[in-house]
């Protein structure tokens, strides 16, 4: 089945060591997106890249950096993870910038 | 500041009774909104999705109300099932139709009781 994959789904993290999460898809959408999303919050839009071109959103923390490799995959790296950084991360696709998003399930990440 | 407003975190409904889920937004400029449902452990699943120049759209049990003078919308589940039991986000977008940069609300999770 085509499909949004995280790993890993559960990542703990010490207090200032950087932290990798991976996304990855099988839908071959152009669109990859990188969201926060906080206990009992919304999800917040990190960033996201239609193909090679990275769109940073204006308030998110020069702490997390994105790349992506190729299509088929996205990567979240948070330089020096804090306290108030703990969250679930969410990656998703869509085929193009107008179209459905589909979501992965999430890597939670627990910092120490 | 929030722009897409869930009030009401939680709700609990008798199956087979309809559920109504709320969503209010401030941006006038959104002009796209969409539902998503989440179940535990999973990402959130497309459901249900309206553009500003109508002000209903319907998908089997799923309906979605659109009031643009209000700045609200609604889903209505009818009837309810005990598998609808899930988080529900409201999410809106102002990409010229499209989906692009969504902004959720925090989400209401609804229960529904067999």
């Known amino acids: 089945d085509a499909m949004v994959i995280q790993n890993p789904r559960y990542q703990v993290t010490q207090f200032g060591k950087p932290v990798t999460l991976s996304c990855s898809q099988t839908?071959?959408?152009?669109?990859m997106y990188w969201y926060q999303q906080k206990s009992s919050q919304a999800p917040k839009l990190l960033f996201h890249?239609?193909?090679?071109?990275?769109?940073n959103e204006a308030d998110t923390p020069d702490n997390f950096q994105s790349r992506r490799p190729n299509t088929s995959f996205c990567f979240l790296d948070i330089r020096s993870p804090g306290l108030g950084d703990a969250a679930m991360y969410l990656c998703?696709?869509?085929?193009?910038?107008?179209?459905?998003?589909?979501f992965g399930p999430g890597t939670r990440l627990t910092v120490l | 500041d929030q722009q897409v407003k869930q009030n009401s975190p939680s709700l609990s409904v008798q199956e087979g009774r309809i559920s109504i889920l709320n969503c209010d937004y401030t941006?006038?400029?959104?002009?796209?909104f969409l539902w998503y449902k989440k179940y535990p452990a999973e990402g959130p699943t497309f459901l249900i999705s309206?553009?500003?120049?109508?002000d209903k759209n319907e998908d089997g049990r799923f309906t979605v109300f659109l009031n643009k003078s209000a700045k609200h919308l609604s889903l209505h589940i009818v009837p309810s099932q005990p598998g609808d039991s899930a988080v529900y986000f409201c999410?809106?977008?102002?990409?010229?139709?499209?989906?692009?940069?969504?902004?959720f609300g925090k989400g209401t999770k609804l229960t529904v009781n067999p």
């Open positions: 890249y239609y193909d090679k071109d990275f769109n």
């Open positions: 839908l071959n959408h152009n669109v």
């Open positions: 998703a696709t869509s085929r193009g910038r107008t179209d459905t998003q589909y």
């Open positions: 999410a809106a977008s102002a990409g010229e139709g499209g989906s692009e940069k969504l902004v």
């Open positions: 941006n006038s400029m959104f002009d796209y």
């Open positions: 309206i553009s500003s120049i109508k």
